[in-house]
């Protein structure tokens, strides 16, 4: 079974730094998808950013990037020039290629801002 | 678009109560999935439906739980008979998937009912 781990239950940034989240997991898999959500306090759960593991290339999106390390089962965000509207929950989640959306998430880590 | 749609947003209720929450999706989307959040963990898969075809279940979801989607567009999950251990916030999910594999499936979320079970 896959397993999604994510070590940091909180960290903590100041605006305007950047601010790195771990997570690792582990499959058998070679093909397979890997997604960073965000669960603010509204509780709807916002899809930050996505990898495909078949491409080198890592994922970017505005201030949102990721370092994917395949052998290692390593996948960070980091987050830049970060901004108060960060503050939030997020989660690292998993889905194998070829399924539906069955997502297999990690504990989450809490992400405080402060001024 | 309204987005996916959730009620009630909270829900307390007594063990041996019969409960049911509703999700409403975005209208052109295919896919309706639930997963389940306790407290301090991520999300867990439950079940998911293809338009009214419900083709997976979590073997989480015990006899207990039951999941429609009678028309292929609004659902409903419902808990008979609540334990304790039933508190957690239900999520609702959808997506318009275009292939089998569901390769740049996108799924947008509710916000959840939360059930508290006394």
């Known amino acids: 079974a896959q397993t999604v781990t994510q070590s940091q239950p909180e960290m903590s940034v100041q605006e305007a730094e950047t601010v790195t989240l771990s997570c690792t997991y582990d499959t058998s898999e070679s093909d397979y998808y890997l997604f960073w959500y965000k669960q603010p306090p509204s509780r709807q759960m916002i899809l930050v950013i996505r990898q495909e593991a078949y491409k080198q290339q890592n994922a970017t999106e505005n201030r949102f990037s990721v370092n994917f390390q395949k052998a290692a089962k390593s996948f960070s965000l980091k987050i830049s020039d970060s901004q108060l509207g960060d503050a939030a929950m997020y989660f690292c989640?998993?889905?194998?290629?070829?399924?539906?959306?069955?997502?297999?998430f990690g504990t989450g880590t809490r992400l405080q801002v402060t001024l | 678009d309204t987005g996916v749609s959730q009620d009630p947003r909270h829900k307390i209720t007594k063990r041996g109560q019969n409960v049911t929450f509703r999700c409403d999706p975005i209208s052109e989307h295919n896919r309706l999935y639930w997963y389940r959040q306790t407290l301090g963990q991520g999300p867990e898969f439950l079940t998911y439906f293809q338009n009214e075809a419900q083709l997976e279940k979590s073997r989480l979801l015990s006899d207990r739980f039951s999941a429609e989607r009678p028309k292929g567009s609004f659902s409903t999950l419902e808990i008979q008979r609540t334990e304790q251990g039933d508190s957690a916030m239900y999520l609702c999910?959808?997506?318009?998937?275009?292939?089998?594999?569901?390769?740049?499936?996108?799924?947008?979320f509710g916000s959840g009912t939360q059930l508290s079970v006394l």
């Open positions: 989640a998993y889905r194998k290629t070829g399924t539906a959306s069955k997502l297999t």
């Open positions: 999910a959808s997506s318009l998937s275009l292939g089998a594999g569901g390769g740049n499936e996108k799924l947008f």
